[in-house]
């Protein structure tokens, strides 16, 4: 089988900024990325601070992966209270040796995508669930694509409606002077005018 190197064809790095200071754990994870695939570009930072310092100045990464208790912080100190993924704002892995069902529980609740023990087991599907992770992220920012695109329609809808709630008002002084055919029209023009303006009403207000 031929080796997408061989047809001249390189495969896309995917970058993983993984912030662990324990080095011999730092590199168990990066066999295990390395006995998976060629794809990954591991970049290695020991704390929080130097995690942040890293984002700033490259471009963000494939995915996060942090080990919980660090130097200056916990791996949730990322989060910054976020309540779900999307407000972390990159995938975030969180991985550790002395975790419990509570943790886990509040990690997932604090947008992480998801939280590993530190065993052989859970170590050797690392690179699959990084997989999983970028899956499910790509969805989310599908998912927000969508809906912010769907509030850009709403909203110059409303704008179009409101446009049109002036016009007709201004019709409504020349009515008088319109034939039954003329009245019709724009008694049907008030009628779609209400029926958009209830359409792309905010519950909320």
Same mark, same amino acid.
């Given at each position: !089988?031929?080796?997408?190197? /061989? ?47 890293? !984002? ?34 990159? %995938? ?20 992480? !995508? /998801? ?25 989310? !920012? ?20 409101? *446009? ?36 792309? *009403?905010? %519950?909320?207000?």
């Amino acid at each position: !089988m031929m080796n997408p190197s /061989d047809s001249g064809v390189q495969t896309k790095k995917r970058r993983v900024l993984l912030i662990e200071d324990d080095e011999s754990h730092a590199e168990l994870i990066r066999r295990t990325f390395e006995d998976s695939s060629s794809v990954w570009d591991i970049h290695l930072v020991p704390c929080i601070s130097d995690a942040l310092q890293w !984002m700033a100045e490259n471009k963000m990464p494939y995915l996060v992966i942090a080990d919980y208790l660090l130097p200056d912080g916990t791996a949730l100190d990322l989060t910054k209270r976020a309540m779900c993924a999307e407000e972390v704002g990159f %995938p975030l892995i969180i991985i550790t040796g002395a975790g419990s069902e509570q943790l886990a529980v509040h990690a997932l609740k604090s947008g992480v !995508m /998801d939280y590993i023990g530190k065993n052989s087991d859970e170590l050797r599907e690392l690179p699959w669930r990084v997989e999983r992770a970028t899956r499910e992220w790509k969805n989310i !920012m599908k998912q927000k694509r969508v809906e912010e695109e769907l509030e850009i329609y709403v909203r110059e809808l409303e704008r179009a409606t409101n *446009e049109l709630k002036e016009f007709t008002l201004i019709m409504a002084s020349y009515i008088e002077g319109l034939d039954d055919v003329g009245r019709e029209c724009f008694e049907g023009i008030r009628k779609t005018t209400g029926r958009t303006a209830e359409l792309t *009403e905010d %519950p909320s207000r």
